[in-house]
């Protein structure tokens, strides 16, 4: 499919108008676009939920080395289920997922982490009773002295702002600061896919702004993976590669982030937002997208999470 043109599923069967979006099977195994790079985790045609609830429905992602994609939509439209399932939090009932040539459908995240598919839950980010530096050594763990202290450097170059915070205990920080010292934490192990579950949830508007427009592009920066699910969707949209736009846990739309931002119907059509308020400024939510009603939104708890 050429880059330029956004992909729409079909859960519609109508004929699709001259002039619009083509529509394709739901389901449908995604191709790399020209342009694209090869994905270096890739699902294909997932199925995940809680108990009886089916949530995430026949869903196709890719995201490829230095690529920022984005996942939006409504509340309770499957978005931190789909993150959980990549992670391995959340068992996949149907669909294969796959890291670089491996198949992991069937791995635990413990195994999935150590291949280097990190996860960053909205909350417990941090150890809080632990200073930074002690925070960045955890994320570091099992690595040779000589490799730490690269990781430790790298870290640093990256997030210069820890420099002069490492023996603050973690719980003292800023939530934008928190939110920093975790993401560099994920970064000590040399991840090749990062997953974020909206990272700039209770967070103000200018640590938000810096978290998505100078943080999450440095992960992207140094050749990860990103797949970011947030809840200030036109901010996330600005600074992405690729975007989709889950509806009713299935993709209604994917595209190049410039197209999708650039439709003007985007609040109103494929956010079930009114179109009154579908030209959001400012980095603020999306009508719709304030916080995720999925059943166990926050319930999950992963090797990247922390006691209180």
Do not use: C
């Amino acid at each position: 499919m050429p880059t330029s043109e956004v992909a729409v599923a079909a859960d519609r069967r109508q004929q699709t108008p001259a002039g619009r979006p083509e529509q394709a099977p739901a389901g449908h195994q995604e191709q790399t676009p020209a342009g694209r790079p090869e994905p270096v985790i890739r699902a294909e045609a997932v199925v995940a939920g809680y108990g009886a609830a089916i949530i995430v429905r026949e869903v196709s992602i890719t995201a490829g080395p230095g690529e920022v994609v984005t996942v939006v939509g409504p509340n309770g439209s499957g978005k931190s289920t789909l993150l959980k399932t990549l992670a391995g939090l959340i068992t996949a009932r149907a669909g294969h997922i796959w890291h670089g040539d491996a198949d992991v459908t069937a791995l635990p995240a413990e195994a999935r982490a150590r291949r280097g598919i990190a996860y960053l839950p909205q909350e417990r980010e941090v150890f809080a009773s632990l200073t930074v530096r002690e925070n960045l050594l955890m994320g570091g763990y099992g690595l040779s002295r000589r490799a730490l202290k690269a990781a430790l450097e790298r870290a640093h170059g990256t997030y210069p702002a820890l420099s002069h915070l490492a023996r603050t205990p973690a719980g003292r920080l800023s939530g934008g600061e928190r939110k920093t010292v975790a993401l560099a934490r994920v970064m000590m192990s040399s991840p090749s896919v990062v997953l974020l579950d909206e990272p700039t949830a209770s967070l103000a508007p200018m640590p938000s702004a810096q978290l998505l427009e100078q943080d999450v592009p440095a992960l992207a920066a140094a050749g990860v993976a990103v797949i970011l699910v947030e809840q200030r969707a036109v901010q996330a949209i600005a600074v992405s590669d690729w975007v989709y736009v889950l509806v009713g846990g299935a993709v209604e739309l994917h595209g190049q982030a410039r197209e999708i931002g650039a439709r003007g119907d985007i609040g109103a059509v494929f956010l079930g937002a009114n179109s009154d308020h579908a030209a959001v400024s400012g980095g603020a939510p999306l009508p719709g997208q304030a916080g995720d009603t999925e059943p166990g939104g926050n319930a999950a708890v992963s090797q990247e999470e922390a006691p209180q």
